[in-house]
């Protein structure tokens, strides 16, 4: 593990860009969550809040919403993402405490990953109590706040194979659901996704079995749905 100290978002996803799109299980878990919790957005309007490279907005022939656009703070992450033609063009640089849309002008909001690298996440959820049509949802899934109390770190490798930390506050899912309702959202809701049989695939490529048996069962992802 890296011995520097943990990065901020822009450092962290400047670096993380190249090698973003490498899934891991963490982000297998959240492909699983989000497919459950919005498998119905064929014909809606979709916004990825926080969308990276825009990899979850490439969808199989006769599964795609009606319009599907995204939003990340990090130029990086967007040109890495445009470099491959089948990802939307439809991306720009925003902030998830504020969106750069109008009011009632999508069906699902999704913050995938994200909510994390917020010190508050009040600004999140009005915003998206802000931009969703009346009857719309959001999902917000996150690294679990039990993984980092257990000493979990959300880490990455750059391109060159140096081992970063990216720093995360903890919101647990009492303080998403306060910040939802706050906002005017009902809780729908939520899970929690832990180390299984899905993601073990991942640590016998890696050779670490032994680490599959000692996290089997850890909660690695938490995910939640709010409606308008
Ligand atoms: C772990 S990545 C997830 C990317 C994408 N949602 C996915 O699942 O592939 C987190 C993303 O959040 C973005 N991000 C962090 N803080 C943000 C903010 N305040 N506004 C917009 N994007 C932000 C980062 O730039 C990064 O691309």
Redesign the pocket.
């Known amino acids: 593990m890296s011995a520097e100290p943990p990065l901020g ?1 822009g450092p962290a ?1 400047r670096l993380w860009a190249a090698t ?1 799109d490498v899934e891991n299980p963490l ?1 297998t878990m ?1 492909s699983l969550a989000v497919r459950f919790f919005s498998h119905d957005i064929v014909g809606k309007s979709l916004l ?6 825009a ?2 907005l490439v969808f199989p022939k006769g599964h795609a919403p009606k319009s599907a656009c995204g ?4 130029f990086e ?1 967007l040109a890495a993402g445009h470099r491959d033609p089948a990802r939307p063009r439809t991306t720009a640089s ?4 504020a969106l750069p849309f109008g009011a009632e002008r999508f069906d699902v909001v ?5 909510a994390g ?2 010190l508050k996440i009040a600004p999140l959820y009005r915003e998206f109590g802000r931009v969703l049509r009346k009857g719309g949802y959001a999902v917000v899934t996150d690294f679990h706040p039990d993984a980092i109390r257990r000493g979990h770190a959300r880490a990455f490798r750059d391109a060159s194979g140096a081992t970063h930390v990216v720093d995360h506050v903890v919101h647990d899912a009492d303080a998403h659901e306060a910040a939802a309702r706050a906002a005017g959202l009902t809780f729908d809701a939520a899970g929690s996704l832990g180390v299984g049989m899905e993601v073990r695939p991942f640590y016998e490529h890696a050779k670490k079995l032994d680490r599959y048996t000692a996290d089997q069962g850890l909660p690695l992802l938490l995910a939640l749905r709010f409606s308008k």
């Open positions: 978002t996803y973003y982000t959240d990825d809040a926080a969308c990276g490279t990899r979850r939003v990340d703070l990090v992450m925003g902030d998830l405490r999704w913050c995938r990953l994200a690298h917020l």
